[in-house]
C-alpha cells in the first residue's frame, strides 16, 4: 500500500471509532423514563404488550410507554424509571 493509501484508512478508521465512541457515550447518558411521552411519541415498545414499535403509544402519559431522557431527569419530569409507576 502507499503511504496515502494508509493514510486514508486510518484516517476513515479513526473517525469510524469516533462515531462507535461517541454514540456510546449518548447512550450512556440517557435513561428510560415510563410516563412522560405524548401519544405517538413514545421511543419503543410498551412494557404491557400493547404494540412493538416506537411512536405506536395511543395516550398521553401511559406508565408503560417511555422515552429515553438525559439521564437524572427523568423523576423531575413527575416520571418513573420503572414501567406502571412503580
Known sequence: ???QTTL????I???LALGVAT?????????KCYGVSKAGQNDCASKDGGHSCAGQSKKD????????VAKGTCEKMKGSLKPGGQ
Open 1 to 3: 500500500m502507499s503511504k
Open 8 to 11: 486514508i484508512s486510518t484516517a
Open 13 to 15: 478508521a479513526g473517525v
Open 23 to 31: 454514540a456510546a457515550q449518548a447512550e450512556e447518558a440517557k435513561e
Open 61 to 68: 402519559m401511559d406508565k408503560n410507554e417511555w422515552k429515553y
